[in-house]
Structure formats: C-alpha cells, structure tokens
C-alpha cells in the first residue's frame, strides 16, 4: 500500500468553509481512479493546520491519479484558499493491522 501524509498551509480567513467543501468534493473525483482506498482529512485538537491522508494501492497508480487533468484541476481550485503550498510526504506501508 502506498501512502501520503499531505500538511496544509494555514487556510486564508474566511476560506475554510470553502476548503473543506472542495476537500469533499475532491474525494469523490480522486475516488474514481484505479487503486484509490481512502483520503482523510485530519482537524489538529489543539490549533494548527489541517493534514490529510491519501492511500492508494500502489504508487504508480496514485502517480497515474496525481499527473490527471482531474488533479491538474482540483490543485487549481484549492490554491488560492492557501497562505504557502502543501506538503507531502510519501510512504509504502511494511507492517500494519486493520480491523
């Protein structure tokens, strides 16, 4: 399994309902590519900035979602909403347990 921790920026004031709107809608267009499993979108407890989680069943097919015209779009229309850029930081699970 490949997986994708991504750190957003600080949101702009006022934007964040408008984020968390395309983050929804995002999930459902990034849903319908070949190995997609989930994306989560993660509130910090105690301030800071929203994380998401992104796991694909390989990395070429996330690499397959992440070049698409759909992403190319989505990556448009969440920009302005931000103060900076996003963060990822990839990984290949080794070890784990789902219930």
């Given amino acids: 399994?490949?997986?994708v921790v991504i750190s957003f920026p600080p949101i702009k004031v006022g934007k964040e309902a408008e984020f968390l709107q395309w983050f929804a809608s995002s999930n459902q267009a990034f849903s319908e590519f070949k190995g997609f499993l989930s994306r989560r979108l993660l509130k910090p407890l105690a301030g800071g900035n929203y994380?998401?989680?992104?796991?694909?069943?390989t990395?070429?097919?996330f690499r397959?979602?992440?070049s698409s015209p759909v992403h190319d779009l989505a990556g448009t229309q969440?920009?302005?909403l931000f103060d900076g850029n996003p963060t990822p930081t990839f990984y290949e699970v080794i070890s784990g347990?789902?219930?």
């Fill in 1 to 3: 399994m490949f997986v």
């Fill in 97 to 99: 347990q789902y219930k």
């Fill in 64 to 66: 397959d979602m992440h």
């Fill in 78 to 80: 969440v920009v302005p």
């Fill in 51 to 57: 994380a998401a989680i992104v796991e694909f069943e």
């Fill in 59 to 61: 990395q070429s097919e």
